[in-house]
């Protein structure tokens, strides 16, 4: 599954940087949908918005908020916005490390990782984020569930 | 629970008082943390799924360490029968369901009813519906029990009582169709009942368990709305009577995590040689 999340963003890489060598060509289908899907967050300003959203729910969570206890919440929000921009297709380099490293000893569980998912999902729709553009962002990060749980 | 009480109202009033005692036994009910719509429906035999295919999800959206309670009633309403059915539930961790069902079956054309009562048991094996490649997968196992064996000994049933085993396998595939997501569900069943039990279990000449296939498949067209298709292959065992499968359309509408409504248009085949029984199906839902 990890191999499967791998294989996508090597795809994604290689459309995207293919795409910067030569900006005349017509974009292909696949690399317009990245593109777009980043645009369809609302670029940096609304995947921002989107994430102090997400920071605001999760720092009134008692379910959740402890594991944040001796986070940097400037840094992390910098990370967040930064790893969504890449995740999305957006055109950043994510400097974080990867979800199961930092993750590691957390022991975050399934119904922590649902809190999240459902704040984000709430955050967005704050934002006013068409269903169908949460959608393709949720099928972007739930395949990050294995290297975020339970470990 | 074995006397068949012919008022559905009556019935359920009857279940408030254990179902008071069944939520508050258990401490610290809170809003589940699983998304909405994830928990699904109620079937009509008390397990979570869809109108009439137990899913491999758990009732309810209570997720790891937590509890979660439901409570249900459905009506299915064809040409010459009427099925009223009160159900519920209680599930922890996102893994274990347990959930009892009592059906009404009341024969509107013949006259007189059947009655059926119905534990089920659920335990995920592996997977998650949202976040693995690998499908959500359940077992589950149904004790059933009728009210009373005449008419069912009478038409060929061999007993009053049987257990239905089944595996279930669910998997959501997000933004799949037009952005939409959607769930695939599949359930392979191994049962000696006759039209779900309500007509017995086994026969004269036969205690074989037989093996049938059930599927389900739903587009969630909002964050609260599904729209779906279900499909049940039925035995058909008992010389008196033909037993078709099953098959409805279904509207779910989540509401929010506590109360959901769904109705269907249900084709039941032919029921005791009353041949294409079709009607409505609704059914209400509560969950903490
Ligand atoms: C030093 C370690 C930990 C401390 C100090 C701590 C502290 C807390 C606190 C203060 C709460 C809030 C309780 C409440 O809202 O009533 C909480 C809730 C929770 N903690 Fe921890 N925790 C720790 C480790 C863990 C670990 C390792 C896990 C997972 C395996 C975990 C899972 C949870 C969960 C699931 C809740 C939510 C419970 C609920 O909603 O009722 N915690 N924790
Ligand atoms: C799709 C889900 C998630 C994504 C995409 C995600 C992403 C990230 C990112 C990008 C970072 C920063 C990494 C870095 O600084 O190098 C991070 C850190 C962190 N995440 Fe997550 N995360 C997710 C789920 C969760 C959940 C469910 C929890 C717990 C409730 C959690 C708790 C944390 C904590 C505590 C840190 C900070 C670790 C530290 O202090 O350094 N994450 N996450």
């Known amino acids: 599954m990890s191999r499967l999340w791998i294989t996508m963003m090597a795809l994604t890489f290689v459309l995207l940087s293919s795409g910067c060598a030569d900006k005349s060509v017509q974009p292909a289908p696949l690399q317009a949908d990245t593109t777009s899907l980043y645009q369809a967050l609302g670029n940096d300003v609304g995947v921002s918005a989107i994430i102090d959203g997400l920071l605001k729910r999760i720092s009134t969570d008692t379910r959740i908020v402890h594991h944040f206890d001796a986070t940097d919440i400037a840094l992390f929000r910098e990370r967040l916005i930064e790893h969504i921009c890449w995740v999305a297709g957006g055109d950043c380099e994510y400097h974080g490390e990867s979800m199961e490293k930092t993750h590691q000893g957390l022991n975050i569980t399934q119904a922590d990782f649902d809190a999240l998912v459902g704040h984000l999902i709430a955050s967005m729709k704050e934002q006013h984020i068409p269903l169908a553009t949460r959608n393709a962002l949720l099928k972007r990060l739930a395949p990050m569930y294995s290297d975020i749980t339970y470990h | ?288």
């Not at chain 2, 587009?219 to 037993?243: H, S, W």
């Not at chain 2, 098959?247 to 779910?252: E, G």
């Not at chain 2, 109360?259 to 509560?286: C, H, M, N, P, R």
């Open chain 2, 1 to 288: 629970m074995n006397i068949a009480i012919n008022s559905f109202v009556l019935n359920y009033v009857k279940a408030l008082p254990w179902l008071c005692l069944l939520l508050g036994s258990t401490t610290a009910l809170a809003e589940g943390s699983r998304v909405v719509a994830t928990g699904g429906a109620t079937t009509i035999e008390g397990s979570a799924g869809g109108g009439i295919v137990p899913w491999a999800v758990i009732n309810g959206y209570g997720s790891s360490g937590e509890w979660s309670a439901t409570a249900m009633a459905t009506g299915v309403y064809v040409d010459d029968f009427t099925l009223k059915v009160i159900g519920a539930s209680l599930s922890f961790d996102n893994r274990f369901e347990l959930s009892v069902a009592r059906q009404t079956f009341d024969l509107d054309t013949m006259g007189g009813e059947l009655g059926q009562d119905i534990v089920g048991v659920k335990y995920k094996v592996v997977g998650e519906l949202l976040y693995t490649a690998m499908p959500q997968i359940t077992l589950g196992a149904q004790y059933k029990k009728v009210d009373d064996f005449t008419l069912p000994q009478a038409v060929g049933a061999r007993d009053d009582s049987g257990i239905d085993w089944y595996v279930a396998a669910s998997k959501i595939f997000f933004d799949a169709l037009a952005g939409r997501n959607l769930l695939l569900n599949g359930t392979v069943r191994a049962t000696k009942a006759n039209q779900t039990g309500l007509l017995g279990f086994g026969t004269q000449a036969s205690n074989d368990y037989r093996f049938v296939l059930e599927a389900s498949a739903a587009v969630l067209l909002t964050d609260n709305l599904a729209l779906g298709i279900e499909y049940r292959q039925k035995p058909n065992e008992l010389g008196f009577a033909r037993e078709d499968d099953w098959q409805d359309v279904f509207l779910a509408w989540f509401i929010n995590k506590h109360l959901s409504v769904v109705t269907a248009y249900s084709k039941l085949g032919s029921i005791a040689g009353f041949d294409d029984q079709q009607g409505w199906y609704v059914s209400i839902e509560g969950s903490l």
